[in-house]
């Protein structure tokens, strides 16, 4: 009887959705517990929502890594450094601790991240704490933790606080038996790495969340990302950002990947910018919850050649690491971004040349200041 009762009131929801198409029911059952740990008694209330002439108040997970920085500096001068707090499990370096507002979270600790959210008033999330492909491998149990019961947490927090969640999703939530030139938006996704299975998870539990409980999911798919200033967390894609030093410093690199392994790539402005004009763009420009977006594409061997145009000595050497291997063979070569172009405008701005000119200028001047010190 009682089951009956409550999917009618559902159905009921369902029947009256709104225009989004959006099912706006009951929030996930964490809020609905009881718990005394649910409203403490001396809480604040403030609206969690915000009007679009305020500025968002933005949380970063996992802000240490590869791309967490990065985004944060971007962000900061948009919104304001105190609106952006930088979070992670990590100590923070000297300069990053004194650049803005940085906390510890940990994501498996949903009353700590709960707590960081109300206590600072957050409006947007950026989810970026995960475990790459290679280390997942090497460690499934925690990339499982992380990967998985951490979105469980971020989604839960999100929905409960009426946030705006950017997940990150990647070209690793792609497998064997997807199409791989090109990768459509939709297709089959069976990916074989630990790390791909918890980003179809969280592509999924995103967009179930936003139809079923209203949450403002936004999600893109991002290629293997190449920054210079920040050193990437053991994906299979690193090779890319480690040519550059390496070619700087000894002329010479030893590429873990063969030199036909052709995949889609993006240099970190691109990424940055990406994230930010989805999160930005009206909710009716967004015919999906999760994109692909891509810049370039390119093999070992393409870009060993494009270096040499700026260091003809350059020498690259391969000695195939057979786990990266196998998950680089598995994931797509060139990736269809054409609805995130449609929807809400995508555009790239560096290609292989570009990149390479880039990482390269910025790695002389460092190893010029090195050398002077
Ligand atoms: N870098 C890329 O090429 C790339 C490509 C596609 C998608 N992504 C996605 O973008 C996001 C950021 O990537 P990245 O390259 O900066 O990753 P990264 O591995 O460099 O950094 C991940 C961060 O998560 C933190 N972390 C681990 N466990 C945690 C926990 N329990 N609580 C809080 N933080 C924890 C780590 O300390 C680390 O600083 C990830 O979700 C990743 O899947 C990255
Ligand atoms: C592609 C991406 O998700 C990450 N750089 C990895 O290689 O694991």
Redesign the pocket.
Known sequence: MLVTRMLRQVVGQMLGSPACGCWTAAPPFRFLATSPRQIPADANFHSASFSGTDQPRVLI????????VGLANFLRKRFGKDNVIL????KPPDHIFHSGPFIY????DYKNLREIVVNNRITWLF??????SAVGEANVSLARA?NIT?LHNVLDVAAEHSLRLFV?????AFGPTSPRNPTPDLCVQRPRTI?GVS?VHAELMGEYYHYRYGLDFRCLR????ISADSQ????T?DYAVQIFHDALKNGKFECNLKPSTRLPMMYIDDCLRATLEVMEAPAESLSMRTYNVNAMSFTPEDLAQEVLKHIPEFQITYNVDSVRQAIADSWPMNFDDSNARKDWGWKHEFDLPELVTTMLNFHSSDTRVANAN
């Open positions: 997970t996992g802000g240490l890594g590869q791309l967490g979070s992670d499990i990590r979270s940990d994501i498996l989810h970026y704490s995960a475990l790459l992380v951490g990150p999703s990647t070209i690793g790390y980003k991002y290629p293997g990302i990437p967390g053991g994906g894609t």
